[in-house]
């Protein structure tokens, strides 16, 4: 059974950091594209950062700078740095994991919840 277990979240006030964690089992992790997603409420969830499994990162632009994504293979965990975290990144974020390009496969995690606020 995949599963993909988030954790990480929490509250901070602007100006702070968290690291979020996603565990992977049941799967090749290290063939998979792992990305972070959040949906805050009343909007659409989205894409905000990925590496693949070769390694290639993009982030989407309102967090370059600010946030880092990593993985350690040997561990089946990606990790999400965020610093300087601003209010409007408050959301529920997803770990996703992708396998394929023509007819890909999708795997999500459950979220972590992240609240920036003073």
């Known amino acids: 059974q995949v599963q993909l277990v988030e954790s990480g979240g929490g509250s901070v006030q602007p100006g702070g950091s968290l690291r979020l964690s996603c565990v992977a089992s049941?799967?090749?992790?290290?063939?998979?594209?792992i990305g972070w997603f959040r949906q805050a409420p009343g909007n659409q969830r989205e894409l905000v950062a990925r590496?693949?499994?070769?390694?290639?990162?993009n982030y989407v632009d309102s967090v370059k700078g600010r946030l880092t994504i990593s993985r350690d293979n040997a561990k089946n965990t990606v990790y999400l740095q965020m610093n300087s975290l601003r209010p409007e990144d408050t959301a529920v974020y997803y770990c996703?994991?992708?396998?394929?390009?023509?007819?890909?496969?999708?795997?999500w995690g459950k979220g972590t919840l992240v609240t920036v606020s003073s």
């Open positions: 996703n994991a992708r396998w394929g390009i023509t007819n890909p496969t999708y795997y």
């Open positions: 049941g799967i090749r992790f290290s063939v998979y594209d």
């Open positions: 590496i693949t499994r070769g390694g290639n990162i």
